[in-house]
């Protein structure tokens, strides 16, 4: 038997949660598919494998209420709580193969600054608050290498500047388009250096809590295990067919799955021949993070560089003098991501008298449902992407981070962002 809605919405990640939430509040009748079996995909907090007193947060988890307006928004309405981060205390930095305090040699001093202003500037051309794929920024969207061009840096101040792309992105920083770290400088409020400490604050019991506060409060009907398999547009009408064999038939639908995964799915008719191209192969971000027990590394630090990990944050620290650190990375890290001895060595890269008691990790480029960290394109095609992306096609609208319009494209804001506006959309097409 067929089940009939007003809008059926696909992925109950943050945007799909958001959008269902949105539509439901304005009497519509929806429902979601998720293909998991739980809610929250690229969000996700659960006990530390072997040390289940601890907790960790494998996917997305810093955030800013001062910076994110979205994040702001929902925090307030939902009354979850928040916790701010605890200040950094020592740095390490690894750049021209050196292990430092300071990220460049005192002699780069002239160059770091030349890089910073650099940037800054070509942030301060971005609009925040608005669509960014609709501003004059195609000249943007260029490699890294291209970007810093003609600025005559040393090799220590282009490390850094590669490390906090790579950072970024989860990518191999000379093959993507630089204009993410550009975007993401806007958001830091036009601040180079805004990756240091400008999202320091993250959901008590993590992301879910907001997520879950949404579905209960709008008591949306959200179906585990449910994946799609195919999208069929027929007379007014868009037909849903899971693996499984279960059929769903709305009037319209939001796609809000990553975008790596869309080519998995069957569309009838076809996508338009843009889209296609553009879906045809994953995106070049594969980013990963890992969860790290601690021992003897100096207290409250963070890192960032070339060493094989491109960053370790602070996650928290225990009662026993051990701490949980977070590292990001890329699929080409560590050829283990879970093996504890090769994590040490990597962290002994910064550290190098570091013990590590425990490794946790989810591997998202392997997960099929996900296929991939958060999405990164290459040069000339990062805004691209997204205004093609925003074309509904027909009653199927395409919602996510990946194909969020905002400086916080990538991010949870992002996400939220993307529903809103996948809603607000699918309100028009059901008026017309
Ligand atoms: C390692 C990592 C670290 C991150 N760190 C941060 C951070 O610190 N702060 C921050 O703000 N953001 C962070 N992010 C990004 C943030 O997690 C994402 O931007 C956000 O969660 C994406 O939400 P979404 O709804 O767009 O997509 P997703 O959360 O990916 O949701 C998509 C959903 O679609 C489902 N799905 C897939 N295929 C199908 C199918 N065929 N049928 C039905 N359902 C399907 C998936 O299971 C998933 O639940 C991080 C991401 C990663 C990967």
């Given at each position: 038997m067929e089940d009939t809605y007003d809008v059926v919405v696909i992925g109950a990640g943050f945007a799909g949660i958001v959008a269902a939430r949105d539509l439901t509040d304005r009497g519509r009748s929806v429902v979601v598919l998720e293909?998991?079996?739980?809610?929250g995909g690229r969000t996700y907090a659960r006990p530390?494998?072997?040390?289940?007193?601890l907790t960790v947060e494998l996917g997305g988890s810093w955030v800013s209420r001062a910076l994110q307006p979205n994040i702001r928004r929902e925090v307030a309405r939902y009354g979850v709580a928040v916790k701010s981060d605890l200040p950094t205390e020592n740095a390490a930095f690894i750049t021209d193969g050196v292990l430092r305090?300071?990220?460049?040699?005192?002699?780069e001093l002239p160059d770091l600054e030349r890089a910073l202003c650099h940037l800054r500037d070509a942030s301060k051309r971005?609009?925040?608050?608005?669509?960014?794929?609709?501003?004059?920024?195609?000249?943007?969207?260029?490699s890294a290498e291209d970007f810093i061009r003609?600025?005559?840096?040393?090799p220590g101040t282009t490390d850094l500047f590669y490390a906090v792309v790579a950072w970024y992105s989860g990518a191999d920083p000379r093959a993507v388009s630089v204009f993410g770290a550009i975007a993401q400088t806007a958001g830091f409020?036009?601040?180079?250096?805004?990756?240091?400490?400008?999202?320091?604050e993250r959901f008590v019991g993590g992301a879910g809590v907001l997520l879950q506060a949404m579905i209960d409060q709008s008591r949306l009907e959200v179906r585990l295990d449910?994946?799609?398999?195919q999208v069929e547009q027929t007379a007014g009408h868009v037909t849903i067919r899971t693996e499984g064999g279960q059929v769903v038939r709305a009037r319209s639908c939001v796609m809000?799955?990553?975008?790596?995964?869309?080519?998995?799915i069957d569309f009838s008719p076809r996508l338009d021949a843009r889209k296609e191209e553009m879906l045809a192969t994953d995106h070049l971000g594969r980013a990963y993070k890992g969860s790290y027990l601690v021992?003897?590394?100096?207290?409250?630090s963070f890192t960032l560089g070339t060493?094989?990990?491109?960053s370790l944050l602070l996650g928290y620290e225990c009662e026993d003098g051990t701490c949980v650190m977070v590292a990001f990375g890329d699929?080409?890290?560590?050829?283990?991501?879970?093996?504890r001895e090769e994590v040490q060595l990597a962290v002994r890269e910064y550290f190098p008298e570091a013990e590590v008691l425990a490794v946790d990790a989810h591997d998202w480029c392997a997960d099929p449902l996900f296929r991939g960290g958060y999405r990164v394109d290459p040069p000339g095609q990062a805004l691209e992407f997204v205004r093609v992306m925003n074309q509904a096609e027909d009653r199927v609208v395409f919602a996510g981070t990946d194909v969020?319009?905002?400086?916080?494209?990538?991010?949870i804001d992002g996400a939220i962002n993307s529903g809103r506006a996948a809603a607000d959309e699918i309100s028009a097409i059901m008026h017309r």
């Open positions: 293909a998991g079996s739980r809610t530390f494998a072997g040390q289940e007193h305090s300071f990220p460049v040699p005192m002699a971005i609009v925040t608050g608005q669509p960014l794929s609709q501003q004059p920024l195609a000249d943007l969207d260029v003609g600025l005559d840096l040393g409020g036009h601040s180079p250096l805004g990756f240091y400490s400008s999202l320091n449910h994946r799609v398999a809000a799955v990553p975008t790596n995964v869309l080519r998995h021992r003897n590394i100096p207290r409250r060493g094989k990990l491109h699929d080409k890290s560590l050829s283990d991501p879970l093996d969020d319009d905002s400086v916080w494209r990538n991010w």
